[in-house]
């Protein structure tokens, strides 16, 4: 019986991130005018073009948002948002993710060399 359960929960597990992918592909290609599918297989000179692309309209989705302006859709920011995670993700599996600088937990580069501190 528990096997039955398990595979009833992974079939709509299933279900729902195909259902999910499906609105990211649409969301993309209404508001870009790009193809998901193809950037996800392009080169990452290509994912990053569109990556920035995503990023801006997503600042701009955000901002229709805290204005309360009438065309701002939450459906369409949750879709870019994700689209824009998946095309983060896709690089950081293939290891071409943000190198962090030297010497720092966090990438943040420092203002001036630890030597001049005082105290």
């Known amino acids: 019986m528990n096997d039955l359960g398990f ?5 709509l597990a299933g279900k729902k991130e195909e259902r999910a992918k499906a ?11 790009q193809d998901l599918s193809a950037l996800l297989d392009a080169g ?3 994912r990053q073009t569109a990556l920035g692309r995503i990023r801006r309209l997503l600042a701009r989705e955000r901002l229709k948002g805290l204005s309360g302006h009438w065309s701002y859709d939450l ?7 994700q689209a824009c995670d998946r095309l983060q ?6 290891g071409s993710g943000d190198i962090k600088a030297p010497g720092t937990r966090n990438g943040a580069r420092r203002r001036r060399p630890q030597s001049s501190r005082i105290g």
């Open 44 to 46: 990452k000179e290509a």
């Open 23 to 33: 609105s990211q592909l649409v969301a993309v290609q209404i508001v870009c005018g």
């Open 7 to 11: 595979e009833i929960r992974t079939f």
């Open 75 to 81: 459906n369409r920011h949750i879709a870019l948002k």
């Open 89 to 94: 993700d896709v690089d950081a599996v293939r």
